[in-house]
């Protein structure tokens, strides 16, 4: 992570990420496999006999080069009555950070950072009791009910492994694109520690702007309507 200046003067925290070279290594299409979707693989430095055989020859059906990281994504088919021989994915096409330029927002999707096992505290951001002498502090208490139900509910919180988890983070804000290095800035924090391993996507819920409000900043309505009365 880094952080960036504004015209304003204004600091964005920011994150840069490596988003490519990817290689797709498969179409999979509805007739054949009942969907439609592209899988991709990220082209690391890999030595290929770390590959299992099944891998090598998954890959050298198009002559692909060794991938360190596969993953599946779907894909939009805007006309499904062409041949699928005439589609615009084919085996072998590069994925590089382009696709991502003139977009405003990605999601992210990442696995977190794993913390063992905690407990309640840390993990569910309990208060806990008194800190005096003599009083259990930083323990869940009482979690069951009395005659009845006589059972502990599912999904209480409790004790337990926390992180190394599935985690998906919506609408971060695209502060640059670097195609020579395929370098992707966002703002904020993703998922993973240094060097993991994201999925980025372009977003599928962006946000609104307001209406009558041109660009990110907002207008105070009560500021506003001071200014409008001492105007009158």
Same mark, same amino acid.
């Given at each position: 992570?880094?952080?960036?200046?504004?015209?304003?003067?204004?600091?964005?925290?920011?994150?840069?990420?490596?988003?490519?070279?990817?290689?797709?290594?498969?179409?999979?299409?509805?007739?054949?496999?009942?969907?439609?979707?592209?899988?991709?693989?990220?082209?690391?430095?890999?030595?290929?006999?770390?590959?299992?055989?099944?891998?090598?020859?998954?890959?050298?059906?198009?002559?692909?080069?060794?991938?360190?990281?596969?993953?599946?994504?779907?894909?939009?088919?805007?006309?499904?009555?062409?041949?699928?021989?005439?589609?615009?994915?084919?085996?072998?096409?590069?994925?590089?950070?382009?696709?991502?330029?003139?977009?405003?927002?990605?999601?992210?999707?990442?696995?977190? &950072?794993?913390?063992?096992?905690?407990?309640?505290? &840390?993990?569910?951001?309990?208060?806990?009791?008194?800190?005096?002498?003599?009083?259990?502090?930083?323990?869940?208490?009482?979690?069951?009910?009395?005659?009845?139900?006589?059972?502990?509910?599912?999904?209480?919180?409790?004790?337990?492994?926390?992180?190394?988890?599935?985690?998906?983070?919506?609408?971060?804000?695209?502060?640059?694109?670097? &195609?020579?290095?395929?370098?992707?800035?966002?703002?904020?924090?993703?998922?993973?520690?240094?060097?993991?391993?994201?999925?980025?996507? &372009?977003?599928?819920?962006?946000?609104?702007?307001?209406?009558?409000?041109?660009?990110?900043?907002?207008?105070?309505?009560?500021?506003?309507?001071?200014?409008?009365?001492?105007?009158?």
């Amino acid at each position: 992570m880094t952080q960036l200046f504004d015209e304003k003067g204004d600091v964005h925290p920011a994150t840069v990420l490596q988003a490519g070279p990817c290689v797709v290594t498969q179409h999979k299409t509805q007739t054949r496999d009942g969907y439609d979707a592209a899988q991709l693989g990220l082209v690391e430095f890999v030595k290929e006999s770390r590959l299992t055989k099944p891998m090598r020859g998954h890959l050298g059906k198009n002559n692909l080069p060794p991938v360190k990281f596969m993953r599946e994504v779907p894909i939009e088919v805007a006309d499904k009555t062409q041949p699928e021989g005439d589609g615009a994915v084919k085996a072998g096409d590069r994925v590089l950070v382009d696709i991502f330029e003139g977009e405003r927002f990605v999601d992210i999707i990442g696995t977190s &950072k794993g913390r063992g096992f905690q407990g309640v505290v &840390k993990r569910h951001h309990f208060a806990g009791g008194p800190k005096s002498h003599g009083s259990m502090f930083q323990i869940t208490g009482s979690i069951g009910s009395s005659a009845f139900p006589s059972r502990v509910f599912k999904g209480m919180r409790m004790s337990g492994h926390m992180g190394a988890a599935r985690v998906s983070v919506r609408n971060l804000r695209v502060l640059g694109v670097d &195609k020579d290095e395929n370098l992707l800035v966002v703002e904020g924090a993703v998922p993973g520690p240094n060097g993991g391993y994201l999925i980025i996507t &372009k977003a599928q819920k962006p946000p609104r702007e307001r209406r009558g409000f041109a660009g990110a900043a907002t207008v105070d309505p009560l500021k506003a309507a001071k200014r409008a009365a001492k105007k009158a």
